[in-house]
């Protein structure tokens, strides 16, 4: 049974999301422990004790016999923080592209990044946060595993994804997979495949992006018909299993595009290329490895990197203007054929 937060937590967070609200303005007094005590409905020790976390963090001054004033802090992103899963098998090419593009931005902009290693059963929270004395938080990817929400929320910080939409973040950058998938689809209808299937995880939200925009193009009843969604397999999954897969749905398709990350992209690539089988593939740079085949096969471009500085920027632009409105940020993905044309 979780046990909720001390009383003067929950006033200290409320506090914090108003002075970032601009509720209080920098140079604002704010209301003493007593008025606190009484808006509140606590003790002056719970008050006082709320008024000496926003103290620690640096969001206020208190002076004596003068009471706690917002501190004129320059609203400029000096500081990232970027949570990573300590697991190294997690740390894949994609997400090392992210961050290639996040200490590029980083470099330029002249902010600090700090790399907040995730280790198993270790959690972070708003003590940890507020010590990296940053003003935002960035995640990579879709998933980190021990990312601190919580935290986040307690010190009252925007954050923002690099590679995922994500609906509860303050906003994110992410590679505009569903009109890539379209594009992709659309350069195969051109070169005269017609029926073209699909295979991936689907529930993973940007593998599904890749099914909508692949949808888009095929109809529902085409993509009902050839797609096949492994994510009922996705805790066994197995090379011989995407194999099992491909033998099922290559006699009914003239051309399939593969998302889903390395392992499906380079399995259907060793399956075709064992059985002379000349049925076009189409891929998306989920990896370096997956990359090396853009010359084989028809490819979309994912702009990893571009994404990463594209993130970084945005989350910039929300810390020195908390309305700030671009909040969903798409790059475009490019559809490119075979290096030898139609295949």
Not at 119 to 136: D, F, H, M, V
Not at 313 to 322: G, H, I, T
Request: aromatic share 6%.
């Amino acid at each position: 049974m979780t046990s909720s937060p001390p009383l003067y937590e929950t006033i200290a967070s409320q506090l914090r999301e108003m002075i970032r609200d601009r509720r209080f303005v920098p140079g604002e007094k704010l209301p003493g422990h007593t008025e606190l005590a009484r808006m509140f409905a606590v003790s002056s020790i719970t008050s006082n004790r709320a008024l000496r976390e926003l103290e620690q963090d640096g969001l206020v001054e208190r002076r004596v016999r003068q009471g706690t004033f917002v501190r004129d802090i320059s609203r400029k992103l000096r500081t990232v923080a970027v949570p990573l899963d300590a697991a190294e098998s997690r740390y894949t090419p994609q997400l090392m592209e992210y961050l290639d593009g996040v200490l590029q931005e980083a470099e330029a902009r002249d902010i600090r990044v700090r790399l907040l290693s995730l280790e198993e059963g270790t959690k972070i929270g708003r003590k940890e946060l507020s010590a990296l004395q940053c003003q935002g938080v960035l995640r990579l990817g879709g998933h980190t595993p021990g990312f601190p929400r919580k935290a986040i929320r307690d010190c009252g910080l925007p954050w923002v994804v690099a590679g995922e939409e994500e609906p509860e973040a303050n906003g994110y950058a992410n590679e505009d997979r569903r009109g890539g998938a379209a594009a992709l689809t659309r350069l195969l209808r051109e070169d005269g495949f017609r029926r073209i299937g699909i295979i991936g995880t689907f529930a993973w939200r940007n593998h599904n992006l890749c099914r909508e925009g692949y949808r888009e193009v095929v109809g529902a009843d085409m993509a009902e018909q050839l797609s096949r969604d492994l994510t009922p397999h996705v805790m066994k999954l197995t090379p011989h299993l995407v194999v099992e897969v491909l033998e099922e749905l290559a006699p009914q398709v003239d051309a399939l595009l593969v998302t889903g990350g390395s392992m499906f992209n380079l399995v259907a690539w060793a399956w075709l290329q064992g059985n002379g089988n000349s049925l076009p593939l189409g891929f998306f740079n989920e990896s370096r490895e997956v990359a090396t085949l853009q010359q084989q096969v028809y490819f979309c471009h994912l702009p990893h990197a571009d994404v990463g500085g594209r993130a970084l920027r945005l989350l910039a632009d929300l810390v020195e203007n908390p309305q700030f409105e671009q909040r969903a940020q798409l790059l475009d993905c490019t559809a490119t054929r075979p290096a030898s044309g139609r295949r």
